[in-house]
């Protein structure tokens, strides 16, 4: 290699014939392809979403009539407020706020916990264990449906708000997440320069492991919360109209001779809007916090 070579700019150094390297801080630029796919994948994705909001928009007959409305009406208001009425949505979002808030903040404090232990700790049968919990997400939830609710019953929880949170206080797949995570972003090192600084071990949690763990709780945070948010089966078995959630409130709209689609519509766009909310609050942070433990993988 001569001289001229080795003080040739970076960004000008060919990679064979006819090809440079890209330098450093230049970026990659999408061509008209790349936004038209990514259009179309919007497009699709809101689609639901769009409907249920013109649905909701309407009137029970229109509806009913073909071929279906593509726009919004001038029903949206007065539907809302009949869904917000007939199914105390009032209540239901407190009780969803707590319920999905508490699921959320346990599942990825615990699971960060537990997927450092088995990343970086050494102790008897840690593979075992992983294996056992792992185990665990096999097993179809609907099975432990009936022993679970008669043990919510004997500690006289029914209809009441913990037995929804108690058992997804921490989930299988949110320690194998977070195991996974770490055992990549954390390097062995740091904790053993914490260790040689006389950290504690919840010193070393607080300061090196959460710190590195940031985007991936971010990540199951965010899903911990669309699935509690969501989840129907196991609250519309353990709560009543009286103490709903979201989820259980919407489905008294269902009943009747003549259910009222534009109604039922409208309520699924209110049950919709917190989880709207919540990503335009913090999506910027969640996919911030991705990118960040991208670049330093």
């Given at each position: 290699?001569?001289?001229?070579?080795?003080?040739?700019?970076?960004?000008?150094?060919?990679?064979?014939?006819?090809?440079?390297?890209?330098?450093?801080?230049?970026?990659?630029?999408?061509?008209?392809?790349?936004?038209?796919?990514?259009?179309?994948?919007?497009?699709?994705?809101?689609?639901?979403?769009?409907?249920?909001?013109?649905?909701?928009?309407?009137?029970?007959?229109?509806?009913?009539?073909?071929?279906?409305?593509?726009?919004?009406?001038?029903?949206?208001?007065?539907?809302?407020?009949?869904a917000w009425d007939q199914a105390g949505?009032?209540?239901?979002?407190?009780?969803?706020?707590?319920?999905?808030?508490?699921?959320?903040?346990?599942?990825?404090?615990?699971?960060?916990?537990a997927g450092f232990a088995f990343a970086?700790?050494?102790?008897?049968?840690?593979?075992?264990?992983?294996?056992?919990?792992?185990?665990?997400?096999?097993?179809?939830?609907?099975?432990?449906?009936?022993?679970?609710?008669?043990?919510?019953?004997?500690?006289?929880?029914?209809?009441?708000?913990?037995?929804?949170?108690?058992?997804?206080?921490?989930?299988?797949?949110?320690?194998?997440?977070?195991?996974?995570?770490?055992?990549?972003?954390?390097?062995?090192?740091?904790?053993?320069?914490?260790?040689?600084?006389?950290?504690?071990?919840?010193?070393?949690?607080?300061?090196?492991?959460?710190?590195?763990?940031?985007?991936?709780?971010?990540?199951?945070?965010?899903?911990?919360?669309?699935?509690?948010?969501?989840?129907?089966?196991?609250?519309?078995?353990?709560?009543?109209?009286?103490?709903?959630?979201?989820?259980?409130?919407?489905?008294?709209?269902?009943?009747?001779?003549?259910?009222?689609?534009?109604?039922?519509?409208?309520?699924?766009?209110?049950?919709?809007?917190?989880?709207?909310?919540?990503?335009?609050?913090?999506?910027?942070?969640?996919?911030?916090?991705?990118?960040?433990?991208?670049?330093?993988?």
């Amino acid at each position: 290699m001569t001289t001229s070579e080795l003080t040739l700019p970076r960004a000008g150094r060919k990679k064979g014939p006819g090809r440079r390297v890209m330098g450093a801080g230049k970026q990659l630029h999408a061509g008209p392809v790349t936004y038209i796919v990514l259009a179309v994948f919007a497009l699709v994705s809101l689609a639901p979403l769009v409907w249920t909001a013109i649905a909701a928009s309407r009137t029970d007959r229109r509806l009913a009539q073909t071929p279906p409305p593509l726009w919004f009406g001038g029903n949206l208001f007065k539907n809302l407020q009949a869904a917000w009425d007939q199914a105390g949505l009032g209540t239901a979002m407190v009780n969803s706020v707590i319920v999905a808030g508490t699921i959320t903040i346990s599942t990825v404090v615990f699971s960060t916990l537990a997927g450092f232990a088995f990343a970086k700790l050494r102790f008897r049968f840690s593979g075992v264990l992983l294996l056992l919990t792992i185990g665990t997400m096999m097993i179809p939830p609907q099975l432990a449906v009936v022993p679970l609710y008669l043990w919510m019953s004997d500690l006289g929880w029914s209809n009441q708000l913990q037995t929804v949170v108690l058992p997804t206080l921490v989930t299988a797949f949110g320690t194998f997440f977070m195991r996974q995570y770490l055992v990549q972003a954390l390097p062995t090192e740091l904790i053993e320069a914490a260790r040689v600084d006389g950290a504690s071990s919840l010193r070393v949690v607080w300061h090196v492991v959460f710190p590195a763990a940031r985007p991936a709780m971010a990540v199951l945070g965010l899903l911990t919360f669309v699935f509690a948010w969501n989840d129907f089966l196991w609250p519309i078995i353990a709560l009543n109209q009286q103490n709903p959630t979201v989820q259980v409130a919407l489905n008294s709209l269902g009943t009747g001779y003549v259910p009222d689609q534009a109604v039922i519509m409208a309520g699924a766009l209110l049950g919709t809007l917190p989880l709207l909310i919540a990503f335009i609050l913090f999506g910027k942070q969640i996919v911030g916090g991705i990118m960040q433990g991208a670049i330093k993988g």
